[in-house]
Every structure is written in structure tokens, then in C-alpha cells.
């Protein structure tokens, strides 16, 4: 057994979700409305037989335990193994003694900054230090911060002394160069050790998981320079890589699809206080990839940047604009797509001032927030003098170009290309062949073989009638195959006998196994399976977009091989790499012993050299054989039956909603037609395969 599935043995689907969702028995599932987006009928289905979750709503989406964590906590796969891994007591990765040296040694210091932490704020409400009460009533008055909201992020108080924070984690047993190392003492250059912060108001900073590595000081006297200061660089802390607040932001961010960027920790402290919890903040710095990694694409489909307006906070948004420009380029399988809009605080104002004075504004303000093409726009061409060369103009729309390329869905709509036409007073006919020139320098090479579109007419099939539908979940045709459906009337419904839903069998999982296999060893092959599944679907657009679409991670139930899917559809998707380079340096450590075992099946020979690596052994197995027309027929077929499991299981979950009596909307209904639509197609085919051979 492996890891992954150990630790998925040990968890109940059910009662995993249920710590996030109220969840109600329907039969032998569950339902309720779905955590991922606002709905009033419950669409959220969970399946204690399979194991599995799926939404018929907005999300249409679904998956096991390890797909729900990822999603519900924005993990990548290796965290949320890691972290369920934690939670049943299953060691995910064997450390080697330095890495577990590191990791206990990085557990030491956390345990340091928590304690510091909780005495900081033991100081600032317990003492009956004057300074503390001034600094008490300075969060209190000049900040506008409630108790509950300086219990919430443990704000404290750093006393005015030079060694009162040295001294309390010495007398506790803390070494003094692991209190330099995290940055609550500093040394000067005649050797003296001293404490970092002093007289300070203390603003723990957190990462994305909700532990202390570093805090933000904002000086209490007026003479204390500077006014902000920071935990320094740690084996812990670095700023470029952190967002204020996101540990509490998350859920917000993820609910709203919608994550508002501000500049400085009061801004975002200020904004939670005022309930808009979706708030993060940059620290005072312009925005950098890895923070716009944190929040696109798992948590936020949308990003406000609502910097001060000052001329630094100008400046910081141009270069967060820039940011975000290089890295969407850069992403070419489009992972990132993210919608980066600008809020303007009017009056110089910061986004502290504005929430306390009226968070009704704020919040008009973040609805109104400008699209990056008529900030940009207006920002670049504010300072164009009306008689101005073609050359200075010209210079504007190649610097304008590239970035409502990266950041805008349809570039070259007619309404952008007309508003900086306008203001550049050039043709639209030219700004489009410059973006276009620009393109193909910014792009990588050439991309590979598209799938052609299928022309070929498919026969026509009936959408199917029904009032209810009997899922033939128990019975099989002599070939493997489901039995034909029943369709019976709504009144009989209720009589139907509940079904005893069959555990996931070893032939469901080698089928899976099998198919990503000859897809890993053939990666070219996946063309010919969508290219098989548009020819079914012939010009009908509601299977060719739902039921018979492309293969992809649903497909497969077995967690790691939904996510091994997952890189091979990234590696076809994007242009940068050839797939296998893709795959080689995309993958997740966690899964080499799965893909190991995978690849190995059939070649014990590599298993001793792909423990040590994957970079070449990889390659070779990937051309170990050649391609023929016998593997393109079974492969196609294997990945027939795997959509139709995939369809049973859909219509098997519909049915269910259906027979509790959920409010059953057009949507479900034209869902489920759909799917059965493709069943008999998916039939039909695999009967004329079997024939034939």
C-alpha cells in the first residue's frame, strides 16, 4: 500500500468534510449547499461508498478527501498529504537525519517567536508598565483597534529596555544565537547582543499556515526611526514570500474568489476589524511572484490592488503591475489566469483612514475598482502633451501592450484597443500589429500539434425523456459493460429499493493504472483520445464542452494518479517545454514513488535508477516503445471505459439528489440527460470496437 493510499484508508470522507460543511444524510450520501460558492439548494454531494465529493452547481467539480482539502485550504497536493498525512499519524516522507535536524531546528524557533509573542501581548494588557499603558491606548484610540481585535492578532508591546526580550527567553532556556536568528536580538559591530525592537507597538506576522515568523514595529516615539520595522531576513521570515493576514484571509479570499491587496498591516488589521476579511497585505513592498502565486490560482480569480496613493504607493502599484505582467506571460499553461484590477483611494488617502471613515466607501470603492486597461491607460497617457511625436507616442503603446496582454482575457477587444487609439491618437490597425510583433518575441516557441477540430457527423442521438432514471449500478452487460438504463416514471420512483453502492474495485483501479501508463509512455496518445470523444460528440456543444470533453483529472478516482493527470494535461497545455521536460520538472517529490511504480510495472529494470532520480530515466521509459496503431486502439478504449465510470458516477449522485426529493433544477436535469447521452454514445462505440477486432 502506498503512502497515499494509507493515509487515505485512514480518513472518512465524510467526517473530513463535515469539520468545514453541515452536511445532511440523503439516503446513503450526504448533501448540502456547497462551501465553494453561495447557493441556496443544496448541489454538493458527498459519496460514503466511493469516497468521493462532487458539486452540481457553479463549481462543477468533485474529487476525493485529498481534492477538498486542496481546495478548501489552497494547498498543492505534497501539503495536503502532508498535512492529512499529520493528522492520522502517517510519516509522508522519511527525512534523512539533516532534514530532521532542520525541521526540529525550525520548530525550535517557531516555538520561540509564539512565546515572544504571547509575552509581547501579556505586556500590553497585563502590565502596569506606564509605556505599555500608553501603547495600549495609543492601538486603542490613535489606531481605532477594539480588544477583540488586538486579542485576534495578538498584538502586544515590546518594552523600551535593551535586553528585556533576550533576558525572558534566556531564563527559559532559549540559546541566545537562536534569538539572533530569528531577529529578536541583533549584535552591533563591537559584539554587543541587544534586543531588536524596543518601545514598539507588536504586530506578529504569520505565514499562509497561521505560525508566527517574524513581526512588524510601529515606533511609539515620534523620534524613533523608522516609524515601520520589520523581523529581518530569517530562516523563517522573508517578506516577498508572505501576505499579511492570508492565514485568516484565506477562507474569505476563496469564498469571494476576490483577494484586495493593501500596502502596510494596519491597513489590512483595520480592514478585518470592518469585516472585509478578504484583505491581505504586502508589507510595504510592490508585489512579487511568489506573493501572486499565494493567492492565483487556488484561492482568488480576481486581485485588487488598493495601494496608498501617495507617490510611493504610485509607484508600488506600477511595479506590482509589472510583476504581475512577467509572471502571466511566463505562465503558459495558463494556470494563472487572474483578473488584477486597481482601486483608487481618492483624497491621499490610505486604506486605514478611508475603512475608519467610512468602510460604506470603502467597500463602493473595491465594487468600482478599475480594470488594469483604463488604469493603465490613463495613468501612462496623464502627462502626454497634446503635441506630442509619434515616437513619444508610440514608445507608450509598446510600454501599454504587453501588460493588457498578460492581464486582460480579450486583448484585442475593439473597446481597448479604441480607448488607447484615442488617447495615443493612433490607429487601431497599428497598436494591433505592434502587440502582435511584441507577441511573438514575448512567447516561447512554437507550440505543438493542436488538436484539429472534428467536422466528421456524428449520428444524431435523442435526448433522452425521463421523470426519473434508474441507475443499473449493480448489473453488467456480458462484456463489463453497464446494462441498458431503465426509465421509469416520477410516481414509481419512490419505490425504488436504495442502493448498496459497490467499494471502488482493483480492476477500476488497474483500468486507471493502465491508462496513465500508456499515457506516460506515449504522452502524444492523449490527442487521439479527445480527438475520439469530439468525434462523438459531433457538433452537439453540450456534450462536446460537459459529458465528452477532453480527459482530464476526473477521470481518475485514485488521488495520486488524478494529480499525475493533472501535470500531463499542464505539460500539452502550455508552449515553454516539451512535455516530458515539463512533467520532469513540474512534479511533485511526493509522487516519484508513485509514478516509480507505475513506470516500473513493466520494466523492473529502471526501478533502482528512478529512485535516485527521474530526470533521465523518465525520458528513456517515456521512448521505450514505439508508438503503433494496437496501442492507440487500446488506449482509446481504456480511456472510453474510464468516462464512462466517470458518467456513472455522476448520473448515479444526480439520481440520488433526485429520489431525496432536492429541488431539482434544469441544470441537474439537462446534466443528467447530457450524461446519458454519452453513455449509450460511449456504448455504441465500445461495441463497435469489440466487433471489430
Known amino acids: 500500500m502506498s503512502v497515499i493510499d494509507e493515509v487515505k484508508s485512514?480518513?472518512?470522507?465524510?467526517?473530513?468534510?463535515?469539520?468545514?460543511?453541515?452536511?445532511?444524510?440523503?439516503?446513503?450520501?450526504?448533501?448540502?449547499?456547497?462551501?465553494?460558492?453561495?447557493?441556496?439548494?443544496?448541489?454538493?454531494?458527498?459519496?460514503?461508498?466511493?469516497?468521493?465529493?462532487?458539486?452540481?452547481?457553479?463549481?462543477?467539480?468533485?474529487?476525493?478527501?485529498?481534492?477538498?482539502?486542496?481546495?478548501?485550504?489552497?494547498?498543492?497536493?505534497?501539503?495536503?498529504?502532508?498535512?492529512?498525512?499529520?493528522?492520522?499519524?502517517?510519516?509522508?516522507?522519511?527525512?534523512?537525519?539533516?532534514?530532521?535536524?532542520?525541521?526540529?531546528r525550525l520548530?525550535?524557533?517557531?516555538?520561540?517567536?509564539?512565546?515572544?509573542?504571547?509575552?509581547?501581548?501579556?505586556?500590553?494588557?497585563?502590565?502596569?508598565?506606564?509605556?505599555?499603558?500608553?501603547?495600549?491606548?495609543?492601538?486603542?484610540?490613535?489606531?481605532?483597534?477594539?480588544?477583540?481585535?488586538?486579542?485576534?492578532f495578538k498584538i502586544g508591546y515590546a518594552p523600551a529596555g535593551w535586553h528585556n526580550a533576550l533576558d525572558f527567553l534566556k531564563n527559559l532556556g532559549y540559546k541566545e544565537d537562536d534569538i539572533l536568528e530569528v531577529g529578536i536580538a541583533t549584535r552591533n559591530e563591537q559584539g554587543h547582543v541587544y534586543d531588536r525592537f524596543r518601545n514598539r507597538l507588536m504586530i506578529p506576522i504569520r505565514d499562509d499556515r497561521g505560525r508566527v515568523v517574524g513581526f512588524g514595529a510601529r515606533a511609539l516615539d515620534p523620534n524613533d526611526t523608522p516609524k515601520y520595522l520589520n523581523s529581518p531576513q530569517t530562516p523563517l521570515f522573508d517578506k516577498s514570500r508572505l501576505l499579511f493576514g492570508l492565514d485568516t484571509a484565506r477562507r474569505k479570499i476563496r469564498d469571494t474568489k476576490t483577494a484586495v491587496l493593501v500596502e502596510g498591516y494596519m491597513d489590512a488589521i483595520q480592514a478585518h476589524q470592518a469585516g472585509f476579511t478578504n484583505v491581505v497585505a504586502q508589507m510595504g513592498t510592490a508585489m512579487t511572484e511568489h506573493q501572486l502565486k499565494l493567492l492565483a490560482p487556488a484561492l482568488a480569480e480576481k486581485i485588487i490592488l488598493a495601494l496608498d496613493s501617495d507617490a510611493a504607493g504610485q509607484s508600488a502599484t506600477r511595479r506590482s503591475?509589472?510583476?504581475?505582467?512577467?509572471?502571466?506571460?511566463?505562465?503558459?499553461?495558463?494556470?494563472?489566469?487572474?483578473?488584477?484590477?486597481?482601486?483608487?483611494?481618492?483624497?491621499?488617502?490610505?486604506?486605514?483612514?478611508l475603512i475608519r471613515e467610512s468602510p460604506e466607501r470603502?467597500?463602493?470603492?473595491?465594487?468600482?475598482?478599475?480594470?488594469?486597461?483604463?488604469?493603465?491607460?490613463?495613468?501612462?497617457?496623464?502627462?502626454?502633451?497634446?503635441?506630442?511625436?509619434?515616437?513619444?507616442?508610440?514608445?507608450?503603446?509598446?510600454?501599454?501592450?504587453?501588460?493588457?496582454?498578460?492581464?486582460?482575457?480579450?486583448?484585442?477587444?475593439?473597446?481597448?484597443?479604441?480607448?488607447?487609439?484615442?488617447?495615443?491618437?493612433?490607429?487601431?490597425?497599428?497598436?494591433?500589429?505592434?502587440?502582435q510583433e511584441q507577441q511573438k518575441i514575448d512567447v516561447a516557441p512554437a507550440p505543438r500539434a493542436r488538436i484539429p477540430n472534428i467536422s466528421d457527423d456524428a449520428p444524431d442521438f435523442p435526448t433522452i425523456d425521463y421523470d426519473a432514471v434508474e441507475p443499473p449500478l449493480n448489473s453488467q452487460d456480458s462484456e463489463g459493460g453497464l446494462a441498458p438504463l431503465r426509465i421509469i416514471p416520477a410516481a414509481a420512483a419512490r419505490t425504488l429499493p436504495q442502493r448498496v453502492a459497490p467499494q471502488r474495485t482493483r480492476q477500476e483501479a488497474a483500468l486507471e493504472a493502465s491508462c496513465l501508463r500508456m499515457l506516460f509512455r506515449n504522452p502524444d496518445l492523449l490527442f487521439e483520445i479527445n480527438r475520439k470523444f469530439r468525434a462523438l460528440a459531433g457538433n452537439q456543444n453540450g456534450l462536446l464542452q460537459g459529458p465528452l470533453s477532453d480527459l482530464c483529472v476526473d477521470d481518475f478516482n485514485h488521488s495520486a494518479y488524478r494529480v499525475l493527470m493533472g501535470v500531463l494535461v499542464d505539460a500539452f497545455a502550455q508552449h515553454d517545454m516539451e512535455p516530458i521536460q515539463y512533467i520532469e520538472t513540474h512534479l511533485e517529490s511526493v509522487l516519484l514513488p508513485e509514478i516509480e511504480t507505475l513506470l516500473v510495472d513493466e520494466l523492473d529494470g529502471l526501478r533502482p535508477r528512478l529512485r535516485h532520480g527521474l530526470s533521465l530515466d523518465l525520458?528513456?521509459?517515456?521512448?521505450?516503445?514505439?508508438?503503433?496503431?494496437?496501442?492507440?486502439?487500446?488506449?482509446?478504449?481504456?480511456?472510453?471505459?474510464?468516462?464512462?465510470?466517470?458518467?456513472?458516477?455522476?448520473?448515479?449522485?444526480?439520481f440520488f439528489l433526485k429520489m431525496d426529493g432536492a429541488s431539482f433544477e434544469d441544470q441537474y436535469n439537462d446534466t443528467l440527460s447530457l450524461s446519458l447521452n454519452a453513455w449509450r454514445l460511449l456504448d455504441v462505440e465500445l461495441q463497435r470496437s469489440m466487433t471489430s477486432r
Open 362 to 435: 470603502w467597500q463602493e470603492l473595491v465594487n468600482n475598482a478599475l480594470p488594469i486597461t483604463d488604469y493603465v491607460i490613463e495613468q501612462e497617457t496623464s502627462d502626454l502633451a497634446p503635441n506630442a511625436s509619434v515616437q513619444e507616442r508610440q514608445t507608450i503603446a509598446r510600454r501599454l501592450l504587453p501588460i493588457l496582454r498578460a492581464s486582460e482575457n480579450n486583448l484585442y477587444t475593439k473597446d481597448n484597443l479604441q480607448k488607447l487609439a484615442i488617447k495615443l491618437r493612433i490607429s487601431e490597425r497599428d497598436l494591433l500589429a505592434w502587440a
Open 619 to 654: 525520458s528513456s521509459y517515456l521512448k521505450y516503445n514505439e508508438q503503433s496503431q494496437d496501442q492507440q486502439s487500446e488506449l482509446v478504449e481504456k480511456a472510453l471505459r474510464l468516462r464512462k465510470e466517470r458518467l456513472k458516477r455522476q448520473v448515479d449522485d444526480i
Open 107 to 152: 520548530d525550535i524557533l517557531r516555538g520561540l517567536l509564539q512565546t515572544i509573542t504571547d509575552e509581547y501581548h501579556r505586556f500590553l494588557i497585563e502590565s502596569n508598565d506606564a509605556d505599555a499603558a500608553a501603547a495600549l491606548k495609543y492601538a486603542r484610540e490613535k489606531r481605532g483597534f477594539t480588544d477583540e481585535t488586538i486579542s485576534r
Open 321 to 353: 503591475l509589472e510583476v504581475a505582467r512577467q509572471t502571466l506571460q511566463a505562465d503558459y499553461a495558463g494556470r494563472l489566469s487572474v483578473d488584477i484590477r486597481i482601486l483608487q483611494i481618492p483624497d491621499a488617502k490610505d486604506p486605514d483612514d
Open 10 to 104: 485512514k480518513l472518512d470522507i465524510v467526517g473530513y468534510i463535515q469539520q468545514f460543511v453541515p452536511l445532511k444524510k440523503a439516503g446513503r450520501n450526504y448533501k448540502a449547499c456547497c462551501p465553494f460558492h453561495a447557493e441556496r439548494s443544496p448541489s454538493f454531494v458527498v459519496n460514503p461508498d466511493t469516497q468521493s465529493w462532487r458539486c452540481f452547481g457553479a463549481c462543477a467539480e468533485g474529487g476525493d478527501v485529498f481534492s477538498f482539502a486542496m481546495k478548501q485550504h489552497g494547498w498543492a497536493f505534497g501539503e495536503a498529504l502532508r498535512e492529512l498525512g499529520k493528522s492520522v499519524g502517517v510519516e509522508v516522507e522519511k527525512q534523512s537525519p539533516v532534514q530532521q535536524q532542520r525541521s526540529e
